[in-house]
Structures are given as structure tokens and as C-alpha cells.
């Protein structure tokens, strides 16, 4: 507040009005001040103080100005600031926060706190709900912001200790450090007055709320459990945060109105569901709106709210002051670290970038919206980080990049110019191949018996590269690597079970004949068993004898022992007569015998046992493997149920297959094609759906 006044030597003060009256009113009077308390001006003459100003003095036309600022001071009972706008605690002890307060230490308080955007009137809400309109926070009607920081202030008739908050959307280069230091003051309170003036409810309102809900269940729940816990506080704190009042003030459109169906508090709890926010830490969500038509506001409705939730102690109960202080302290201290203030930018770059993100590191390509149909690539400054599951660590020629060029090769199970057996083979013996189409092999990994180098220190040099949806990866050769042992073994377990098939088992029977000895008879001749007279079906399994010759089932020659009469000098398969005939006859001697006659039926059984023992144990490993080995790009067999080619139902009859294109499930009928699929790493012909084979 200005007056018009000039200093002079005298202690009386004269109007510079000659109409007014001569003699105003004592500058201790409660009308110029707003408190019945006294302000004492102090007299200066130059340099010299003079002391205090008398109560009685008046105004002259000699005098020029004197400022009064009609905020309190906080030894007299005014606010004072708690918190600056770095977050720093302004006082040091309990004791001096009590003394500010002009507070008995044993008397029990609440904490109600002011929030909004600036301008919109949060001191001057305190003012009149608590403090009959006297301005213990101040007010001003200047641009910049006149509360910076927390303000906190006593009321006695309440007993409510007021903090009075910075506003949001206001110029400042510490955002983020602003809105924790919000924050903070919301976890400790036990009302939350959110005023807004908008003539609507605005998105920030709901932002605000909703993201300070999320970080007291997160974040100040906890930690407010821990201090709760503490001795000298008395017990637990309560888990659920404060009562929210939304006081919203109109004057051309109407408030929040309550319908048959739907309250205001609905409304908005609708608005937050909306918006994906969540209130679920609040006790409890008010709203109160009025409109003012005409200055000045009633806040009547406002201080009967803030009034009955004083009141509710179900939730929360007052505390004493020094817990209030210890547990802002406590919070301050846990939430005080380092935070970057980044501004907002109104148009951020990913409004007019390509969408497209890395599978591996996750940042977006940098290239403008629709640069594919411009013939350029995904691109991204920021280097980007290896994945095993992507193997996005390519490889370069180091001889093709010392001549300048950037040749990329990746392993390979076979070279180029190895059949698919001699490839395997190779594989099996030397490891995986890495090829440069310019200088051929460059590298194997086991070519020596020792001191095989890494790929990285002889042949190449390594890049991380991103890994863009639908791009061509120059490393799937090495993710089909597992796949494609799997397929060689698969092959040859087909191979070596297709002797039991009754095409190839017809033509081993001939064979065995051909090398059976003579006294055997032929397999042509056996139908049935020659000791049960069990029928043998085309398929079953035909048994000899080794000393009678005889053909039997499986069940009449189940016994071994040695036939040193027929040359078998290790026990193998009899029939149940031989055996018996040969245990009552133990002390057989046997001359010299010549085995020529059953030497390649011996060599035969070997063959057949040993081809046997590798269809098992090659099954074995090929069904442990077979789900870790695929590609990424396959359709899990789980996922599968049907061809996608012909909708036909898999079963135990009709088997699943991939196509090594688009990775589908496709059973054997429609995938009897066979190609080289480059792009996916196979560069032999492979199983290929009817579907990819029509798009070719």
C-alpha cells in the first residue's frame, strides 16, 4: 500500500489533499493494517537513525512516500517461508518451526495446503477461509509470481497450520524441482485444496491429481510408514493420503451440477478413469464450485468443506506440530537428490518422425515420416546395443573394408560351393563358415586342432546395428544355424528309420537272404512261427534261430547263448528247444569250425545295430532341441493348430511343419516344394509353403 508522504524533521505527517483532514488516523490502527498489532517505522535522518516513529503520526504535504507491506512478519504470528523454491528447509530445529507458528508444541493440528496454477488465487483462498480475509499470505496483482517457494502460516481458531504453495504453469527453469517440492507438501497434508478459476476443468487439474496420487502410493507411502514407525512420533502413520477439495470458481459457465444418476465427485472420478489416471491414494475427493457473478467470491461453501473434513478423524487425526516438521524433514531429505529440468517442447520431434522403433535398443528412427517410399532407409544417430535373441552384431570383411569397401558376410553352416551332406559334414568336423563374396573363405571356426582365433581378431570387424521391423537382418544366415544341424539330423534319423517301413524292410529281407547262411531258411519261405504257428503279418519281425535255422516270433527266441557248432562263439538269439537241448548238454565239444558262413551275416547284424543305436540316440537330442533351435521368426508350435494352407487340423496323423519362408505352420501335402530361401538365411533348397511358392 502507497502513501503519499515526505520525510521531515519534524514526527507529524500532513495529507498532500488540502480537502481532506488535517489529522489522519494513527498509523497502528487496525484498519490500515488489517491486525490489531503495532508496525514501528523507523526515522532516518542521512545517515543517523532516529529512532522509531510515535503512534500518533499524521501526513504533511512535505512528505513523499512510505510503503507499508502488509504481510506478516512470522515473530509477530504472519506466514513465513518454509521452503524455498530449491527445495531447501528454511528452518533448522522443531523449536523454531513452533516459534514461527506462534504454536503450542503440545497442542494437536492438521496440515492444510493450497495448490493450482499461478494467478488463480490459491493466497488469496487462505486468506479468507482461514484468516477472516486478513492478508497473511500476500497477494498481488502484478505478473510475476508473489509466492515462491512454501509459505506457512497458524490459525489458531482452527488449529491448522496453512501452507501456502508456488503455482504451477509458472515461468521457471526448475520445473521438475518445483513440482517434487509440490509433491512433498501434498504427502504431509491432511486437506489438498486444488483452486482452479478455469470456466472449465482443465486437462492439468486432472494431470496433476492423478500423477500425485501414483507417487505417493509409489514413493511417500513407504517412507511415511518407515518415519510413522518411529518411537518419538507416536506410532503409524496412516497408509492413505489426504482428503482432495476441488474448489472450482466460475463466472460465465456453470459448475459441476449433481444429477438423479451421477454426482460431481462421479463426474470426475469418470474424468481420471478417462484419462488413465488413478485417485486411489487420496482418503477421500470433494468437489465444491460456485460462480461468481459479480466480486467478491463466497467462499462460505469452501470453509464448511475444509470445516467437516477437520472434523473427520476416521482417516487421519491431528498431530502435534513437531511431528509435522519432522516428517516434512524426513521427506525432504529422502527426496532431495539431483533432477534434471528439461524444458517441454511444443513440438517434439516425433511428430514428424518415422514411428518406426529398434527392436533392440528402442529409440525411434530419426528419418522424416514416409522416407521408405523415398527409397531411404531407417536411420538413427544414437549407437545402439547387442541382443543375442536379434544378433545384431554384424560382421565386415576387414580385407574388402582395408580396400575401401564394406563388405558385410555372417556365419554360414556351408560354403557356397558344398553340397548339403559335404556341407554338414564339413560343419561337423571344422565348425561354421564365414564367406566374402569378394575374397571367398575367410574364415572356420575349428579349421586347426588348436589355437583357433575368435572371427573378430583374423577376418572381421564387428558393428552393432539396429534391428528395424521388416528389414532385411544381415545375420539370419546365423540364426538358421542351429535350425539347419537340426534339419541334417532330422534327415538322417528319417533315413535310418525308413529301414523299418514295409517298402525298405521287403528289400532288407532279400538282403538278409543273401547273406543268411545256409543252413537258415529264407525269409520267403517263413509264414508262420515254427514253434507257436503264429501267422506273420508283411510287416512283423521275422527271428532265426542261430543253431536250428529255424524262423520264429519274437516270444519263441528270447533266449541267447553261444552256437560254437555253427561258428556263433558269443551268445545270440536261439529258439527255446535249442536252448533247452543245449543246457542238458553242457559238455559239447566243438572242433574246429569254419565261421565263413555266417562271417557276413555277423558283419550284417552290426550294420543294422549300429544303424539302429544312431536313429535313437540321433532322436533323442533332435526332440530336446528342436524348440530352442528354431528361428525367431517361426510360429511356435504351440501357437499352431492348423495349415495354413489348408485349414486341415494337425494331429498325431497329420505332422506340422515350417515353412522356412514365412515361418508358418503348413502340413506335408501343401509344403512338397523345395527352394532356396536367401533372404532367410537358407541358401540349399528348403521346404516351402504352396502360398510363398505362388508369390514367387
Not at 21 to 47: C, F, T
Not at 280 to 285: H, K, V, Y
Request: with cysteine; aromatic share 8%; proline share 5%.
Amino acid at each position: 500500500m502507497e502513501l503519499p508522504l515526505k520525510r521531515t524533521r519534524t514526527s507529524t505527517f500532513r495529507r498532500t489533499d488540502a480537502s481532506s483532514p488535517a489529522i489522519m488516523e494513527s498509523i497502528d490502527n487496525p484498519s490500515l493494517l488489517g491486525h490489531s498489532r503495532l508496525m514501528q517505522v523507523p526515522y532516518v535522518e542521512g545517515n543517523k537513525s532516529l529512532g522509531s516513529l510515535p503512534p500518533d503520526v499524521t501526513l504533511t504535504t512535505e512528505f513523499t512516500s512510505l510503503k507499508l507491506n502488509t504481510r506478516f512478519d512470522e515473530a509477530n504470528g504472519g506466514s513465513f517461508l518454509l521452503l524455498d523454491g530449491k527445495e531447501n528447509l528454511k528452518v533448522s530445529s522443531a523449536e523454531q518451526f513452533l516459534g514461527r507458528l506462534n504454536c503450542d508444541g503440545s497442542a494437536r493440528v492438521k496440515v492444510v495446503s493450497v495448490f493450482g496454477n499461478t494467478g488463480d488465487g490459491k493466497s488469496h483462498t487462505l486468506n479468507h477461509t482461514f484468516f477472516d480475509g486478513d492478508e497473511v499470505f500476500r497477494t498481488s496483482s502484478e505478473q510475476n509470481s508473489c509466492t515462491l517457494g512454501v509459505w506457512a502460516a497458524f490459525d489458531p481458531h482452527f488449529r491448522v497450520i496453512c501452507l501456502d504453495t508456488e503455482g504451477l504453469l509458472g515461468s521457471t527453469s526448475h520445473e521438475n524441482q518445483r513440482t517434487r517440492l509440490l509433491l512433498k507438501v501434498l504427502a504431509v497434508s491432511d486437506i489438498v485444496i486444488y483452486r482452479t478459476r478455469s470456466e472449465r476443468l482443465h486437462h492439468d487439474l486432472f494431470t496433476f491429481l492423478g500423477s500425485a496420487s501414483r507417487a505417493y502410493s509409489q514413493h511417500f507411502q513407504g517412507a511415511l510408514q518407515a518415519v510413522g514407525q518411529r518411537s518419538e512420533f507416536g506410532g503409524p502413520l496412516s497408509a492413505l493420503g489426504p482428503a482432495v477439495i476441488i474448489f472450482h470458481e466460475t463466472r460465465h459457465t456453470r459448475t459441476l451440477q449433481a444429477s438423479l444418476t451421477e454426482s460431481a465427485e462421479d463426474f470426475l472420478r469418470n474424468r481420471f478413469a478417462q484419462s488413465k489416471l488413478e485417485i486411489e491414494a487420496f482418503s477421500s475427493l470433494r468437489y465444491v464450485g460456485i460462480q461468481t457473478l459479480a466480486p467478491p467470491t463466497d467462499f462460505a461453501d469452501l470453509r464448511a468443506a475444509v470445516q467437516s473434513e477437520l472434523e473427520n478423524t476416521t482417516v487421519r487425526s491431528a498431530r502435534q506440530p513437531n511431528v509435522v516438521y519432522h516428517t516434512l524433514k524426513v521427506l525432504n531429505d529422502k527426496f532431495s537428490g539431483e533432477i534434471e529440468n528439461v524444458s517441454p517442447v511444443l513440438f517434439p520431434d516425433q511428430y514428424f518422425t518415422c514411428p518406426v522403433k529398434c527392436l533392440s535398443c528402442e529409440r525411434r528412427c530419426e528419418s522424416s515420416m514416409g522416407h521408405l517410399k523415398e527409397g531411404m532407409p531407417h536411420s538413427c544417430a544414437y549407437r545402439c546395443r547387442y541382443q543375442h535373441q536379434f544378433e545384431n552384431c554384424t560382421y565386415i570383411c576387414k580385407l574388402c573394408h582395408s580396400n575401401g569397401k564394406e563388405v558385410v558376410v555372417s556365419p554360414k553352416l556351408t560354403s557356397s560351393s558344398d553340397t548339403s551332406w559335404l556341407g554338414l559334414a564339413k560343419y561337423a568336423w571344422s565348425g561354421y563358415v564365414i564367406e566374402c563374396p569378394h575374397c571367398g573363405e575367410i574364415y572356420r571356426s575349428r579349421q586347426y586342432w588348436y589355437g583357433n582365433k575368435n572371427p573378430e581378431d583374423a577376418a572381421v570387424r564387428t558393428e552393432i546395428q539396429h534391428v528395424w521391423p521388416g528389414s532385411n537382418s544381415a545375420t539370419l544366415g546365423s540364426q538358421n544355424a542351429a535350425q539347419k544341424v537340426l534339419d541334417g539330423v532330422t534327415y538322417i534319423s528319417e533315413a535310418v528309420a525308413s529301414v523299418g517301413s514295409p517298402p525298405t524292410r521287403m528289400l532288407s529281407s532279400w538282403v538278409a537272404d543273401q547273406i543268411a547262411p545256409k543252413y537258415w531258411r529264407p525269409n520267403h519261405e517263413i509264414k508262420n512261427c515254427y514253434s507257436c504257428k503264429k501267422w506273420f503279418a508283411p510287416t512283423a519281425s521275422k527271428h532265426h534261430c542261430r543253431s536250428c535255422g529255424e524262423g520264429f516270433c519274437e516270444d519263441c527266441s528270447n533266449h541267447f547263448m553261444p552256437v560254437p557248432d555253427k561258428g556263433w562263439f558269443t551268445p545270440v538269439r536261439v529258439c527255446s528247444p535249442c536252448y533247452q537241448k543245449a543246457s542238458m548238454n553242457d559238455n559239447l565239444i566243438v572242433d574246429d569250425v569254419d565261421d565263413t558262413e555266417v562271417r557276413a551275416r555277423k558283419y550284417g547284424e552290426a550294420v543294422v545295430s549300429t544303424l539302429s543305436t544312431v536313429a535313437s540316440v540321433l532322436e533323442y537330442p533332435r526332440g530336446l532341441i528342436k524348440d530352442t533351435a528354431r528361428p525367431l521368426y517361426w510360429v511356435p508350435d504351440h501357437e499352431v493348430t492348423h495349415c495354413c494352407c489348408c485349414e486341415v487340423q494337425f494331429s498325431a496323423r497329420i505332422t506340422l511343419h515350417h515353412c522356412r519362408d514365412c515361418g508358418r505352420g503348413v502340413c506335408k501335402e501343401c509344403s512338397m516344394n523345395r527352394r532356396a530361401v536367401p533372404l532367410r538365411g537358407w541358401d540349399n533348397p528348403v521346404r516351402i509353403c504352396d502360398q510363398c511358392m505362388k508369390k514367387d
